[in-house]
């Protein structure tokens, strides 16, 4: 059964990066064909995808965050990474990583549970 | 503002069938599979139906899904207070490359 855990600081200051790691347990990161992706769910909005890094390590970003992102994988840890940089209170929200089929785009079968992280002062 | 386009809320009494849209245009709906997931208060969204109208394993067939065009619909029969959640139906957008999402259908069982 795969398993995805989110980790990171949950309290970022504007201007600053935020980090986050997603720990992939049950099977190897580059078993199969998956993307691996980053979601986030601001309070009280609908979700919205950051972007995806394959088995490869090939990456996708959502247009809107391109210039300040960062997806890697860390194959020796069975990890991938999200790195978004210059924050603002726009970006506080609910951060979920998760697997998505390949090549099904927008299917994503397994989730981590969320990660909340709040920007501010 | 979502690009694509869901009902903010939906609402029926048990064991009725409610149907949930989704409007998109050429670029994504039209062009690419749907996908729709099942979202709880304070838990990780789930994957409800995907490739438009194909069932993951443990998902009740009350859950269906159609496409017509541009718009897509999630239908669910025989509702149940169980149903009462947050819906989001989800596609690859060729312009601008990107996986996208609907605003959100809150679902409530009356």
């Known amino acids: 059964q795969v398993q995805l855990q989110e980790s990171g600081p949950g309290l970022v200051k504007p201007s600053q990066a935020l980090s986050l790691t997603c720990t992939v347990s049950?099977?190897?990161?580059?078993?199969?064909?998956?993307?691996w992706s980053w979601i986030r769910r601001p309070a009280g909005k609908g979700l919205e995808w950051i972007g995806r890094?394959?088995?490869?390590?090939?990456?996708s970003y959502n247009p809107s965050l391109k210039s300040r992102l960062t997806i890697s994988l860390d194959t020796s840890k069975n990890q991938f990474s999200l790195k978004l940089s210059s924050v603002t209170a726009a970006d506080t929200a609910v951060y979920y990583c998760a697997r998505e089929q390949w090549p099904s785009a927008g299917v994503f079968d397994y989730w981590g549970q969320g990660t909340l992280v709040t920007v501010s002062s | 503002q979502s690009v694509l386009t869901q009902p903010p809320s939906a609402s029926g009494t048990p064991g009725q069938r409610v149907t949930i849209s989704c409007s998109g245009s050429s670029s994504n709906i039209g062009d690419n599979t749907v996908t729709w997931y099942q979202q709880f208060p304070g838990t990780a969204p789930k994957l409800l139906i995907s490739?438009?109208?194909q069932r993951p394993s443990g998902v009740p067939d009350r859950f269906s899904g159609s496409k017509s065009g541009t718009s897509a619909s999630l239908a669910i029969s025989g509702l149940q207070s169980a149903d009462e959640a947050d819906y989001y139906c989800a596609t690859w957008d060729d312009s601008p490359n990107a996986v996208v999402f609907g605003g959100g259908t809150k679902l409530t069982v009356l």
């Open positions: 490739r438009t109208n």
């Open positions: 049950g099977g190897p990161i580059t078993s199969g064909s998956y993307y």
């Open positions: 890094v394959y088995t490869s390590g090939s990456t």
